[in-house]
Nanobody, 125 residues
Framework: EVQLEESGGGLVQAGGSLRLSCTAS????????IGWFRQAPEKEREGVSC????????VYADSVKGRFTISSDNAKNTVYLQIDSLTSEDTAVYYC??????????????????WGKGTLVTVSS
């Protein structure tokens, strides 16, 4: 059974940091592109950052460039999202996803095949 399980969310003050983790099981982790998405209340889900396995390409949403960093530990079947300089605009449920490593490489919901259940990040001002 394919599973993606996120952890690391929580309540944090503006300006703070968090590291989200996503552990995968039930499929060959290294063969899939990995992404982090988020959905704030009454907003559409958006791609935050994605990582290609083919060439290591990383994609970031403009709103998070310079503050978020995606990385992976293949030995642990885990992908991370380091989030720094948090603002209230970052409050959302964050989802981990995996999908076929397509070209062109895009960080969009439609490009992902498997999804975790999400972890909530709340930023207080």
């Amino acid at each position: 059974e394919v599973q993606l399980e996120e952890s690391g969310g929580g309540l944090v003050q503006a300006g703070g940091s968090l590291r989200l983790s996503c552990t995968a099981s039930g499929f060959t982790f290294d063969d899939y592109a990995i992404g982090w998405f988020r959905q704030a209340p009454e907003k559409e889900r958006e791609g935050v950052s994605c990582l290609s396995r083919i060439d290591g390409t990383t994609v970031y949403a403009d709103s998070v460039k310079g503050r978020f960093t995606i990385s992976s530990d293949n030995a642990k079947n885990t992908v991370y999202l380091q989030i720094d300089s948090l603002t209230s605009e970052d409050t959302a449920v964050y989802y981990c996803a995996a999908g076929w490593d397509r070209r062109p490489f895009v960080c969009r919901s439609y490009s992902m095949n498997y999804w975790g259940k999400g972890t909530l990040v709340t930023v207080s001002s």
